[in-house]
């Protein structure tokens, strides 16, 4: 069957070929000029390097990423990340604005500066686009430093950037505004007069953020976003114009069709992103010849951080525990080398009062699940999920009505804290007054590592003098199953940390 | 409640009837159920596996695979109310699903429309039989093809999952990953388990008149804020069975709300934070934001009536004491302590105006009355404040029971409640399954000559005209499950009616998105 071709070329007009049709159209790059000094990184980079620089510039960036994931890993302020990244960005990664020299945008040096920023972005995305896990430390790396550049911005140089980006933000007008008055001011603390500040309307999806802290005024779907949120909005912009270009990188990576030059660099890259987050490494937490039973869990629980005390002295309190709070437990016990048959026992006999079908059935399955005895492949094979790290406790634990988990620290009231310390033991003034400044300082870390300190404190010094243990084996304690660990040898005396 | 006659029924409601049933294709040869299986699926993440927090809970609203429910061995507690027994046998679930349920109103509630759609045929649907195997990943393409699987499995329960980008039942073919959620209804779960420590009248799984009023105002506040500050239209109310409501949020724009978007929501709606140790729980900053300001309007009168009198909360020793911890001013807390000492049963209204009398009469020097405001309020909120389950309204491929459904604990069925008439609703006269089997044979013997045998088909079947020439009443008609089902249409007809005006306005949304999108 022939099939008629209405787009057959009419031989008496121009041809208006389909550009797709064309075969060997040249490709038409957009130059890159870089009029600002942030980058979206909407656009990839075109021009030519050498092989030398594609590696050097993008070790630079990942070095400036990995100090930024350190930092927010180790929990630290603002303030501090500010002072501990800014050295690094200069030597490593500088960016400087428009006013830092005499030709503005037009000087070679910012040029430079610019380029590599472009470049080694991109080069990363490429390098960490594989597998979800790396996109998404990849994408909270990056915002960050986005984040940090932003704020740092020269204020005009930051009104043009914002003006380029042609974000969809329509003005709140005045009449508006007045009628809405208290709402807006009622959102938006700290702000006394109306007058001072300029209000957005943009759908609220485009701001989640701020929805989720009630930082906005929302009505009818849209949120009334004070102009000093901004950051707020471009970061989540940014995050999301990221994540999306993410996603189409990993789906055009099996397409890269590369020789030996370039693959071997990426992935070089990617398994030297320093795995920040996996601090604790399977059977770091073991400690050889320990008896660990269940019989022997409540003797052990003397050598549990406060988290896990606590959690032990609920489950033999309530004899029960909810969801959340048996799922940091279970991960912790096993980490310090509880076997999967033992925590079953132990889990057993904590919850007294159901009976053996009710326990198989309700909660049997999830202790198994966690030490990846069932489940699917990737949790078997994964042997279920790693212990939790102090940053996993602290950050994305959220305790509500009736739950015990997360850190003490954290989130327990102060005096509650207090109390629970004192029935652990831990009575000196000093101690309990310096944890009061700790908590309120936001150095959960701090707090638990000096109680860890007083309660240690002979031991401490002892093998500090007999020079058994260096100052490494002694470093901030980030991890429970660290903690178990540590305690336990500082009380077996004479036996050193053996991959600590 | 039995409704009297075939011709109070309006024509109307059959002609809609019968074009539904002229538009519905035919069934095609049913599927054989090969490709059913239970237990947990792979490639399911741990949190969500572990997502049973809810675990006193003996038939847990969100979902675990695998979780082997002894019905009998599990502790009954006896409901306050008369309710027929607990247990609900294979034969009444089998009746119930024949001659009672809505299948047709579900169908076109998923499917937005009459024409089956993917929004329905790449449902997940999640049954829970009745040896207590949990079948996931269930999808069908039309009403009639759910109804017959629904017959057949005969399920105690069975929940709602999200609408993936491809028939969920196809999984196995799809390279690990490929399958994901795309859309489902924004979800609310509110348990009265999580107000056991503001409650005295009950515990656990029991529930009064007294203690529904937490869930009534807790709709309100949700309501009022889904409604006014997001802007959402379409929402569903659904009691759960026993002791809570879910809310079924269903416009368009919630439907395809991602993860990220679902958490802000519920943090926007989470006020009550922290465990048993964390001390005061609500910390809300001043000036008060505009929904709290509002929910804060509605709760007051809740306060003053189900808090301070019919629960009478602050009566015993340790509640009162809780209330002083709250209170931020030493010296007033002690002159307060002395009086309630000094009358030990003094009643929460008493207790409460004792706060602002002692505090006028200016005992204390370091005081502050805008302090002591703030944290009255604080305290309104801690003791009215809705308690949400947020997990269930985080991420999109959690489960949620189905309206309509059987609570196997209590034989009542999970119907639908009208958010504007809350304070109406009572869920001990919930009907329960044996009480609407027993409605339906008691209209049929008043009803003689209507009583055809073929009526039994029930629902799915074509409502054909007698000889008088009227309609033959569906099976629901004599029941008093009959207004909550007309509800229910009403609200399907409402969601159809944006869908269908709606449905041009976001295609060209679509393209104009696009086209800005390219200017960056």
Redesign the interface.
């Known amino acids: 069957m022939i099939r008629q071709d209405f787009r057959r070329i009419d031989p008496k007009r121009r041809a208006t070929l389909d550009h797709k049709k064309k075969q060997f159209a040249a490709p038409v790059f957009k130059q890159q000029d870089y009029p600002h000094r942030l980058n979206?990184y909407?656009i990839p980079p075109t021009e030519e390097i050498t092989l030398e620089q594609f590696e050097q510039w993008a070790i630079d960036r990942l070095k400036v990423l990995a100090e930024i994931e350190a930092c927010s890993y180790r929990n630290k302020s603002p303030a501090e990340t500010d002072a501990h990244i800014t050295p690094h960005l200069q030597k490593y990664l500088p960016l400087s604005s428009n006013t830092s020299s005499s030709n503005g945008a037009a000087d070679q040096r910012l040029k430079n500066e610019r380029q590599k920023d472009h470049y080694s972005h991109f080069i990363l995305r490429l390098a960490f686009s594989a597998t979800e896990e790396l996109r998404r430390r990849f994408v909270r790396a990056e915002t960050m430093l986005f984040r940090f550049r932003f704020q740092r911005d020269d204020t005009r140089e930051r009104r043009a950037f914002i003006d380029s980006?042609?974000l969809?933000w329509e003005p709140v007008e005045d009449d508006e505004k007045q009628r809405l008055s208290?709402?807006l001011?009622?959102?938006t603390?700290g702000l006394r007069r109306l007058d001072d500040e300029t209000w957005y309307k943009v759908d609220?999806?485009k701001v989640?953020?701020l929805?989720?802290?009630?930082a906005v005024?929302?009505?009818?779907?849209?949120a009334y976003v004070p102009g000093r949120e901004q950051l707020s909005m471009i970061v989540a912009e940014f995050t999301a114009r990221l994540e999306r270009a993410l996603e189409l990188t990993s789906r055009a990576l099996p397409r890269l069709d590369e020789d030996d030059r370039l693959t071997p660099i990426l992935n070089h890259l990617s398994k030297n992103f320093g795995s920040a987050e996996s601090v604790y490494t399977e059977n770091e937490g073991f400690v050889d010849g320990a008896p660990i039973t269940a019989n022997n869990i409540d003797r052990l629980s003397q050598h549990f951080p406060l988290c896990m005390r606590?959690l032990h002295m609920n489950l033999r309190k309530n004899n029960h525990l909810?969801?959340?709070g048996r799922?940091q437990y279970t991960l912790f016990l096993k980490g310090i080398g509880l076997s999967l048959e033992e925590c079953i026992v132990f889990w057993r006999q904590g919850f007294k009062g159901f009976?053996d079908?009710?326990f198989n059935?309700?909660?049997k399955?999830?202790i198994r699940?966690?030490y990846g005895d069932?489940?699917?492949?990737?949790?078997r094979r994964g042997r279920?999920?790693p212990p939790y790290s102090c940053q996993k406790i602290l950050n994305d634990s959220?305790?509500?009505?009736?739950?015990?988990h997360?850190c003490?620290y954290r989130?327990?009231?102060?005096?509650?804290?207090i109390g629970?310390l004192q029935s652990t033991g831990v009575n000196d003034r000093d101690v309990l007054r310096g944890v009061r400044e700790d908590v309120d300082k936001m150095r959960f870390h701090i707090a638990c590592n000096r109680v860890f300190e007083w309660t240690h404190k002979a031991d401490i010094k002892r093998v500090k003098e007999d020079g058994t243990w260096n100052q490494t084996d002694l470093d901030t304690i980030v991890h429970p199953n660290t903690y178990f660990k540590r305690s336990y040898l500082l009380k077996q005396m004479g036996k050193a940390p053996k991959n600590t | 409640m039995i409704v009297t006659m075939p011709h109070s029924v309006s024509s109307q409601d059959s002609s809609a009837n019968r074009k539904d049933d002229e538009l519905l294709p035919d069934a095609p040869p049913e599927t054989a159920s090969e490709n059913q299986e239970a237990g947990?699926?792979?490639?399911?993440k741990?949190e969500d596996?572990?997502?049973?927090?809810d675990?006193d809970d003996e038939f847990p609203a969100s979902s675990?695979p695998?979780?082997?429910?002894?019905e009998s061995?599990?502790p009954e507690p006896a409901e306050p109310a008369a309710a027929p027994g607990p247990q609900v046998d294979t034969d009444t679930m089998l009746a119930f699903y024949q001659r009672l349920f809505p299948f047709r109103y579900l169908f076109q509630w998923l499917n937005h429309g009459i024409v089956p759609s993917p929004d329905f045929g790449n449902r997940e649907f999640a049954l829970t039989l009745q040896n207590d195997a949990y079948l996931r990943y269930q999808s069908y393409a039309t009403a009639d093809l759910f109804r017959k699987d629904i017959l057949k499995m005969n399920p105690s329960r069975f929940e709602i999952g999200p609408v993936y980008n491809t028939n969920p039942r196809d999984r196995k073919t799809l390279r690990?990953g490929q399958m994901k959620p795309i859309s489902k209804e924004l979800v609310f779960d509110i348990d009265l388990t999580?107000y056991?420590?503001i409650r005295s009248c009950c515990t656990k799984a029991n529930i009064c008149g007294k203690c529904w009023t937490f869930v009534t105002m807790a709709m309100k506040v949700v309501d009022t804020a889904l409604r006014?500050?997001?802007?959402?239209e379409h929402i569903l109310w659904v009691y759960s069975g026993r002791r809570g409501a879910h809310a079924w949020v269903c416009d368009p724009?919630a439907r395809g709300?991602p993860d990220?978007?679902r958490?802000?929501?519920a943090?926007?709606l989470d006020v009550?934070?922290?465990?048993?140790?964390?001390?005061?729980?609500v910390n809300i900053?001043?000036?008060?934001?505009?929904?709290?300001?509002r929910s804060l309007d509605i709760l007051k009168p809740y306060f003053a009536q189900t808090t301070l009198v019919d629960q009478d909360t602050f009566v015993s020793p340790e509640q009162s004491q809780r209330l002083l911890s709250l209170l931020p001013d030493k010296g007033l807390n002690e002159s307060l302590r002395k009086r309630w000492e000094s009358s030990p049963d003094r009643a929460s209204t008493n207790k409460w105006a004792d706060i602002d009398a002692l505090a006028k009469t200016g005992k204390s020097s370091t005081l502050n009355p805008t302090t002591l405001r703030d944290a009255k309020q604080d305290i309104v909120l801690e003791y009215t404040y809705p308690?949400l389950d947020?997990e269930v309204s985080k991420k999109m491929i959690h489960l949620l029971k189905s309206p309509f459904v059987i609570h196997p604990g209590t034989g009542r069925v999970c119907v639908p409640i009208d958010a504007r008439k809350a304070e109406q609703f009572d869920p001990l006269s919930v009907p329960t399954v044996t009480e609407l089997l027993a409605e339906i044979d008691a209209w049929d013997a008043e009803h003689p000559g209507t009583n055809a045998p073929e009526t039994a088909d029930g629902e799915g079947s074509v409502p054909d005209s007698d000889a008088r020439g009227g309609r033959r009443l569906q099976d629901y008609e004599k029941t008093s499950l009959k207004p909550y089902i007309d509800y229910f249409r009403s609200f399907i007809a409402g969601l159809l009616k944006e869908e269908r005006t709606g449905k041009r306005e976001r295609t060209d949304d679509a393209t104009e998105m696009k086209t800005?999108s390219m200017?960056?």
């Open positions: 979206f909407e980006l042609n969809d208290e709402q001011l009622g959102a603390p609220w999806e989640p953020e929805v989720e802290r009630r005024f929302l009505s009818k779907g849209k606590s909810k969801h959340y799922l009976t079908d009710e059935s309700r909660y399955y999830n699940h966690a069932v489940g699917g492949d990737q949790n279920g999920y959220n305790p509500g009505v009736g739950q015990t997360g003490p989130h327990f009231s102060i005096d509650n804290l629970l | 947990a699926p792979a490639g399911v741990l596996l572990f997502n049973d927090d675990d675990a695998d979780t082997k429910h002894v061995s599990a690990g999580d056991d420590d006014e500050d997001f802007g959402f724009r709300l990220d978007r958490r802000a929501i943090g926007y009550v934070r922290g465990g048993n140790s964390s001390g005061k729980r900053k001043r000036p008060l934001h505009p929904h709290m300001s308690r947020s800005e200017e960056f």
